[in-house]
């Protein structure tokens, strides 16, 4: 490779994977929202939590009233860890001095000065602004007007239509979301012999080992890419195709746990940096029509599943690899749970994959394009227009489709496809509530 092509990869890895404080990467994921908890974790009454989030030192809490906040870890006083702080009189207070605040940042109270402070109104905590939608609280945390939020129906839908889980990965962010908007991945890494798996996952997946190298194209939209895999049948006259997308920009729309329930699901995901080398995965399984297969769901992730790193499989373990699982009964020999599976081949490339090793193939054209995407959503930012998926106003996106549907060999996919996106198909049935 050419050493100017190498310096230009080498430039453009560091602005999609450094996302601190001041780095263009970072700016641009923070004039999204982003899930930053799931409600279930900040229960009312509970603690205060020290979290993370691209690589910001913060403080969750709810105050009495319920409401949730979002605090930088510092008290504005003398620098004392607010993470231990007390709830009480309508904030956070701070166990060093005893100020309060509220969960916009406001000082309430500076107990120890005259009058309870009189300059206190000139005193603000750092406090990003919240909203609670979908079983998680997210944060903007971008300078200016924050821009609507996206109601995806992954996330305004009743509790009864979709389950919310989060998973703590040890990598990189970008690659973690990749993972996610490789098709061809899917016939490989999550194979597995499927007469011997009675869950609905069975249902699902063997779509996934009809064709191993299925027709790939990409199309851009206004919320990022929409992925169309073809993957042509034995018989020779039709096809399964996979409609999947990526969310600018560490998002994605695909088909998980709720696909074997046909068509009016999707799985949205989330990759949020803690810092640049580790990262939550959020997964929002939805299905508007028929209820999700919770059983499954829960038992595939309660042995697997951990709050934070290290999960049960971990490279110290060498994820736990079974040689004998894996002469018939998967793949990989890693067990069915599909994000156990990803985690292992994202952390596998390394805390911060190097982009000037790999040799992109044409099966990779999702993310060749999502990576330019990125880039230019850091162009546009930087030149003052809002980056692509932005809105404004009440937004529901349901022209982000997912499908897995068979059709004719020679269907027109695209035109399907936005045939799909007008008919709403996350439309939900009354029944399920």
């Given at each position: 490779?050419?050493?100017?092509?190498?310096?230009?990869?080498?430039?453009?890895?560091?602005?999609?994977?450094?996302?601190?404080?001041?780095?263009?990467?970072?700016?641009?994921?923070r004039r999204y929202w982003q899930p930053v908890a799931l409600s279930q974790d900040l229960p009312p009454g509970g603690p205060p939590q020290a979290v993370k989030v691209m690589s910001e030192d913060l403080v969750l809490f709810r105050d009495e009233k319920g409401r949730p906040g979002l605090l930088g870890m510092k008290c504005a006083h003398r620098c004392a860890d607010l993470s231990y702080?007390?709830?009480?009189?309508?904030?956070?207070?701070?166990?060093?001095?005893?100020?309060?605040?509220?969960?916009?940042?406001?000082?309430?109270?500076?107990?120890?000065?005259?009058?309870?402070?009189?300059?206190?109104?000139?005193?603000?905590?750092?406090?990003?602004?919240?909203?609670?939608?979908?079983?998680?609280?997210?944060?903007?945390?971008?300078?200016?007007?924050?821009?609507?939020?996206?109601?995806?129906?992954?996330?305004?839908?009743?509790?009864?239509?979709?389950?919310?889980?989060?998973?703590?990965?040890?990598?990189?962010?970008?690659?973690?979301?990749?993972?996610?908007?490789?098709?061809?991945?899917?016939?490989?890494?999550?194979?597995?012999?499927?007469?011997?798996?009675?869950?609905?996952?069975?249902?699902?997946?063997?779509?996934?080992?009809?064709?191993?190298?299925?027709?790939?194209?990409?199309?851009?939209?206004?919320?990022?890419?929409?992925?169309?895999?073809?993957?042509?049948?034995?018989?020779?006259?039709?096809?399964?195709?996979?409609?999947?997308?990526?969310?600018?920009?560490?998002?994605?729309?695909?088909?998980?746990?709720?696909?074997?329930?046909?068509?009016?699901?999707?799985?949205?995901?989330?990759?949020?940096?803690?810092?640049?080398?580790?990262?939550?995965?959020?997964?929002?399984?939805?299905?508007?029509?028929?209820?999700?297969?919770?059983?499954?769901?829960?038992?595939?992730?309660?042995?697997?599943?951990?709050?934070?790193?290290?999960?049960?499989?971990?490279?110290?373990?060498?994820?736990?690899?079974?040689?004998?699982?894996?002469?018939?009964?998967?793949?990989?020999?890693?067990?069915?749970?599909?994000?156990?599976?990803?985690?292992?081949?994202?952390?596998?490339?390394?805390?911060?994959?190097?982009?000037?090793?790999?040799?992109?193939?044409?099966?990779?054209?999702?993310?060749?394009?999502?990576?330019?995407?990125?880039?230019?959503?850091?162009?546009?930012?930087?030149?003052?227009?809002?980056?692509?998926?932005?809105?404004?106003?009440?937004?529901?996106?349901?022209?982000?489709?997912?499908?897995t549907e068979p059709l004719p060999a020679d269907a027109d996919v695209e035109a399907f496809t936005e045939q799909m996106a007008k008919a709403n198909i996350y439309a939900l049935d009354p029944a399920l509530t």
């Amino acid at each position: 490779m050419a050493d100017d092509r190498t310096l230009e990869i080498a430039r453009n890895r560091d602005l999609l994977t450094q996302t601190g404080p001041g780095t263009p990467g970072g700016d641009l994921l923070r004039r999204y929202w982003q899930p930053v908890a799931l409600s279930q974790d900040l229960p009312p009454g509970g603690p205060p939590q020290a979290v993370k989030v691209m690589s910001e030192d913060l403080v969750l809490f709810r105050d009495e009233k319920g409401r949730p906040g979002l605090l930088g870890m510092k008290c504005a006083h003398r620098c004392a860890d607010l993470s231990y702080g007390r709830l009480e009189d309508g904030g956070l207070r701070c166990i060093y001095h005893g100020w309060l605040y509220d969960v916009n940042g406001k000082c309430l109270e500076q107990p120890a000065e005259p009058n309870g402070g009189a300059a206190r109104d000139k005193i603000r905590q750092l406090a990003y602004p919240l909203k609670e939608i979908g079983g998680a609280i997210w944060a903007y945390m971008g300078s200016g007007e924050a821009p609507a939020f996206p109601l995806y129906a992954a996330l305004t839908a009743p509790d009864a239509y979709r389950y919310a889980i989060r998973w703590p990965s040890a990598c990189n962010y970008l690659q973690g979301n990749e993972g996610n908007i490789d098709p061809v991945h899917t016939s490989y890494l999550h194979r597995f012999d499927l007469k011997s798996d009675p869950s609905a996952l069975r249902n699902s997946v063997g779509v996934f080992q009809v064709n191993t190298a299925p027709k790939l194209s990409v199309q851009p939209t206004r919320f990022g890419l929409r992925i169309f895999t073809e993957r042509r049948l034995p018989e020779g006259d039709k096809q399964i195709l996979r409609v999947t997308n990526f969310v600018m920009p560490n998002a994605c729309a695909i088909g998980g746990y709720e696909n074997g329930l046909g068509r009016g699901g999707c799985t949205m995901g989330w990759h949020v940096p803690i810092d640049d080398i580790s990262h939550y995965r959020y997964e929002f399984i939805f299905h508007s029509k028929k209820p999700l297969p919770r059983k499954d769901i829960h038992d595939g992730a309660e042995s697997e599943w951990s709050k934070e790193l290290p999960l049960r499989r971990n490279p110290a373990n060498r994820y736990l690899q079974d040689r004998e699982e894996q002469k018939g009964a998967t793949f990989l020999g890693l067990g069915r749970q599909f994000t156990i599976h990803d985690i292992f081949a994202t952390e596998s490339q390394g805390p911060i994959l190097d982009h000037t090793k790999e040799n992109l193939a044409t099966c990779d054209v999702a993310i060749a394009r999502a990576r330019r995407m990125i880039l230019e959503g850091i162009a546009d930012m930087q030149q003052g227009k809002d980056p692509r998926g932005i809105v404004r106003t009440d937004d529901d996106f349901r022209d982000i489709v997912v499908l897995t549907e068979p059709l004719p060999a020679d269907a027109d996919v695209e035109a399907f496809t936005e045939q799909m996106a007008k008919a709403n198909i996350y439309a939900l049935d009354p029944a399920l509530t």
